[in-house]
């Protein structure tokens, strides 16, 4: 068949909107006909060309939520019709790190900047040249085609939109304070960079129990937007977070600072580094350029003080368990979904959407595929940021 798609021919690059060739599914893949998809910053790398696709032409998107519309030979946990969430990486239930409870560290995650199928062939064509699809997904296509572990199931009676932040951004976040800082009752915790990952760090900190939040972001829409989800105090430099974290430790520190920044460097790291207490945890959440190495921090305050540097995937979340739990916190009213979705676009407004990313006025920009321009505008019109 022939669908929509955001694809990337080169990096740096632009996104161009192309009419592509997508094949049937193949054993334990499923067809689905996306219905919103997030804009999650991780996309933009690739744009930048901070971090190149390993395969190009490339069509982005890992943030998902959409319907399956076909079932591939040998498909047993999905049916057509039912409504899905995307994980980014396509857990296998049999390696390792699915055998321990981490579906985030799944080896086929190691797929996801090339995205051939698990078998190896694409796909996506365009032109007669193979596409790869971002983390085997590309949710910046109206109709995808992806393995079936990609895929997490959720009830029908959850809004696609809203539902298609569970695939990255909320767990993403969540999980970087709840499993990677391990933020617990009475915690000081600094956010920094509060966007579409790092609100949701907000959200967890708060949920475990931290007494005090600091969100730091040049932002002011942002800061003000952490204040009304739960952070205690927001503040536009990391310097000034680190002395309010200290005053309200008696001169120790945070307990966790949580890297979320859009494109994240080592300074970034080495100032949270420098802003929490003895054997505090940093989080680094956030990613930069691919070639970039070092993190200047002293190594005599890493030794002497015991502190701990966490990378972190997908927020070390199991998304077969997880996206489920989120969804009865989201039901209990203990997490902010709907909230988090500032304004919607066409896919045809995919950059439009990005450079709203950049020029700071969205928590997320979300792409909804049955939204033409005109619908777009008033969505514009009609969606705020009011908490
Ligand atoms: N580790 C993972 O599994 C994972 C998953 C998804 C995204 N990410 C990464 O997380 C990062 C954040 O993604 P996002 O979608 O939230 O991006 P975003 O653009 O929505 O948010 C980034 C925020 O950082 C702020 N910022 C910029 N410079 C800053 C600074 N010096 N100090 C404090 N804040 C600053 C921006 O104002 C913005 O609010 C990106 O690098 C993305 O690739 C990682
Ligand atoms: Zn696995
Ligand atoms: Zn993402």
Request: glycine share 12%.
């Amino acid at each position: 068949m022939q669908t929509r798609a955001a694809v990337l021919r080169e990096s740096p690059g632009p996104w161009e909107v192309q009419t592509v060739e997508l094949d049937p599914p193949k054993d334990h893949e499923v067809l689905v006909r996306m219905v919103a998809s997030g804009l999650c910053h991780s996309d933009d790398h690739f744009v930048t060309g901070d971090i190149p696709p390993g395969h190009l032409p490339f069509c982005g998107g890992h943030e998902g939520a959409g319907v399956v519309e076909e079932v591939g030979p040998g498909v047993s946990s999905l049916s057509v019709g039912d409504h899905i969430v995307t994980s980014f990486i396509p857990s296998c239930g049999r390696c390792r790190w699915c055998a321990t409870g981490v579906q985030a560290l799944c080896d086929n995650g190691e797929l996801l900047a090339i995205g051939h199928q698990l078998d190896g062939t694409f796909r996506m064509h365009l032109e007669g040249e193979d596409v790869g699809q971002a983390c085997l997904v590309s949710t910046f296509a109206e109709y995808t085609v992806m393995p079936e572990t990609s895929a997490i199931k959720i009830p029908k009676d959850i809004p696609l939109d809203v539902a298609a932040l569970l695939g990255c951004g909320v767990p993403t976040g969540w999980g970087s304070a709840v499993n990677a800082a391990q933020v617990t009752p009475g915690d000081v915790v600094i956010v920094v960079g509060v966007g579409g990952i790092g609100i949701n760090a907000v959200q967890g900190a708060r949920h475990a129990g931290a007494s005090r939040i600091i969100a730091v972001d040049p932002v002011a829409m942002k800061r003000n937007f952490a204040l009304k989800l739960g952070a205690t105090d927001a503040v536009a430099d990391q310097a000034e977070a680190a002395d309010l974290a200290r005053s309200a430790t008696n001169g120790q520190g945070a307990d966790s600072a949580i890297v979320c920044v859009g494109v994240t460097h080592g300074e970034h790291v080495a100032g949270a580094f420098s802003a929490i207490r003895k054997a505090g945890t940093v989080v680094v959440t956030g990613v930069g350029p691919a070639v970039e190495v070092g993190i200047p921090v002293g190594l005599l305050e890493l030794s002497m003080y015991q502190k701990r540097i966490q990378g972190v995937i997908l927020g070390m979340m199991s998304p077969n368990k997880d996206v489920p739990r989120l969804l009865g916190l989201w039901r209990a009213g203990q997490l902010k979904l709907e909230e988090l979705v500032t304004r919607t676009y066409g896919l045809e407004e995919i950059s439009q959407g990005y450079a709203d990313m950049h020029a700071g006025v969205n928590m997320r920009g979300v792409l909804k595929f049955d939204q033409p321009k005109a619908a777009a505008d008033a969505a514009e019109a009609t969606v705020g940021v009011s908490v």
